[in-house]
């Protein structure tokens, strides 16, 4: 599967983006997908997943409360709504998937699919 992420950009503190992850290639519902981000000199960290179906999320206690995915079938993309965002937000965000049932998955390792990567940065 190809992912392709959209969204990225330069937001004040306090602000909102909505990041997009477009997939093609195959049944986008077979998948699992997740958000990751990488800040600069820091290893990439998990932020959210969602289940192929939708109904079950994770978010990481970092984000939670202020980040929400989701996902659209219809349309094979999945979905990072940012909302008062910080500083510490700063990094370029990645999308995965990972074919198979949901299970928490906040490892690398456990995705096999990965987008580009879209920046985001977030001015104090």
């Known amino acids: 599967v190809q992912l392709q992420a959209s969204g990225g950009g330069l937001v004040q503190a306090g602000g909102s983006l909505r990041l997009s992850c477009a997939a093609s290639?195959?049944?986008?519902?077979?998948?699992?997908m997740g958000w990751f981000r990488q800040a600069p000199g820091k290893e990439r960290e998990f932020v959210a997943a969602?289940?192929?179906?939708?109904?079950?999320?994770y978010h990481a206690g970092s984000v939670k409360g202020r980040f929400a995915i989701s996902r659209d079938n219809a349309k094979n993309t999945s979905y990072l709504q940012m909302d008062n965002l910080k500083a510490e937000d700063t990094a370029v965000y990645y999308c995965?998937?990972?074919?198979?049932?949901?299970?928490?998955?906040?490892?690398?390792?456990?995705?096999?699919?990965w987008g580009q990567g879209t920046l985001v940065t977030v001015s104090s």
């Open positions: 995965a998937a990972r074919f198979g049932p949901w299970s928490v998955a906040d490892m690398t390792r456990s995705y096999d699919y």
């Open positions: 290639g195959r049944t986008f519902s077979n998948y699992v």
């Open positions: 969602i289940s192929g179906g939708g109904s079950t999320t």
